[in-house]
T-cell receptor, first 110, second 112 residues
Framework: RKEVEQDPGPFNVPEGATVAFNCTYS??????FFWYRQDCRKEPKLLMS???SGNEDGRFTAQLNRASQYISLLIRDSKLSDSATYLC???????????FGPGTRLSVLP | DADVTQTPRNRITKTGKRIMLECSQT?????MYWYRQDPGLGLQLIYY???????NKGEISDGYSVSRQAQAKFSLSLESAIPNQTALYFC???????????FGPGTRLTVL
């Protein structure tokens, strides 16, 4: 089993839709959690960190469930510019640190 | 100017050739990483360095070596390239305070 797993997608949604991505991780010692965004053929960039209490940044909401080892990302009112691959990342704060999921591809359609 | 730069951006080479990919950063971060990305897979860690005197193997270090010439420079070498090393390679630095990683633009390597 991979250490970080994500819905593979692709998710094809119309503009204005709400879409949710799921991510599970297997290492209960994971300490920090993130969502990165990667545009086609570009480098990953941090979208948001994920805190235990959940956090929101504009149209984006991230949730963490440590008991279920589950992370989610909700995007409301999708824009064409949200089309990208979204990477779930966990950090053990020791050793190799960051572990990346394979990513979920989102296409927002006009 | 970009904070993390990589050279070359694209490279086509032949099996058995030695290749060096270079990474430079102006962020002042001690921690630097090399990853490779293959279609449908997550980023896989090749090597990482927490300071100039610290080099560590990642999950897929076989066939690769690195050199940390200075805080700002971290190079990745393929001693004898093989076709299954064809991939997109990313260098990254890490902000120790916030755990955020900053990536270079990537090097697309093709081994024929």
């Amino acid at each position: 089993r991979k250490e970080v797993e994500q819905d593979p997608g692709p998710f094809n949604v119309p503009e204005g839709a709400t879409v949710a991505f799921n991510c599970t991780y297997s290492n209960s010692a994971s300490q920090s959690f993130f969502w990165y965004r990667q545009d086609c053929r570009k480098e990953p960039k941090l979208l948001m960190s994920v805190y235990s209490s959940g956090n929101e940044d504009g149209r984006f909401t991230a949730q963490l469930n440590r008991a279920s080892q589950y992370i989610s990302l909700l995007i409301r009112d999708s824009k064409l510019s949200d089309s990208a691959t979204y990477l779930c990342v966990v950090n053990h704060n020791y050793g190799q640190n960051f572990v990346f999921g394979p990513g979920t591809r989102l296409s927002v359609l006009p | 100017d970009a904070d993390v730069t990589q050279t070359p951006r694209n490279r086509i080479t032949k099996t058995g050739k030695r290749i060096m990919l270079e990474c430079s950063q102006t962020k002042g971060h001690d921690r630097m990483y090399w990853y490779r990305q293959d279609p449908g897979l997550g980023l896989q860690l090749i090597y990482y360095s927490f300071d100039v005197k610290d080099i560590n193997k990642g999950e897929i270090s076989d066939g690769y070596s690195v050199s940390r010439q200075a805080q700002a420079k971290f190079s990745l070498s393929l001693e004898s390239a093989i076709p299954n090393q064809t991939a997109l390679y990313f260098c990254a630095t890490e902000s120790e305070n916030y755990n955020e990683q900053f990536f270079g633009p990537g090097t697309r390597l093709t081994v024929l």
